[in-house]
């Protein structure tokens, strides 16, 4: 088992910077590729960035990139993301999640977070 706890998540100024961390404990963390997906209201979750286990590769979807950067420190357990020039369109749930492959699918993923609430206001 992984437990994943997000936090840094708050109401937002469009154009602000936020950061968003998720502390894993449980199994080893550096086993795991790490994302981020995020639902907004009345809509599917979609995924928006994911690490590898060493933190070597990267990959976004096209709506944050240049935007969002994803990072980790495996010493600390942890994995961030980094969010900068936000924009309402990015008001969301952010979930943090572990697995082994290297998808965007939400069903590809093991272990999830309960979330953190970012709001974006124009």
């Known amino acids: 088992q992984v437990q994943l706890v997000e936090s840094g998540g708050s109401l937002m100024q469009a154009g602000g910077s936020l950061r968003l961390s998720c502390a894993a404990s449980?199994?080893?963390?550096?086993?795991?590729?790490m994302a981020w997906f995020r639902q907004a209201p009345g809509k599917e979750r979609e995924f928006v960035a994911i690490?590898?286990?060493?933190?070597?590769?990267?990959r976004y979807i096209d709506s944050v990139k240049g935007r969002f950067t994803i990072s980790r420190d495996n010493p600390k357990n942890t994995v961030y993301l980094q969010m900068n020039s936000l924009k309402p369109e990015d008001t969301a749930v952010y979930y943090c999640?572990?697995?082994?492959?290297?998808?965007?699918?939400?069903?590809?993923?093991?272990?999830w977070g309960q979330g953190t609430q970012v709001t974006v206001s124009s």
């Open positions: 690490i590898n286990s060493d933190g070597s590769l990267t």
């Open positions: 999640t572990a697995g082994r492959g290297w998808t965007p699918d939400v069903g590809d993923y093991d272990y």
């Open positions: 449980g199994r080893t963390f550096a086993d795991y590729n």
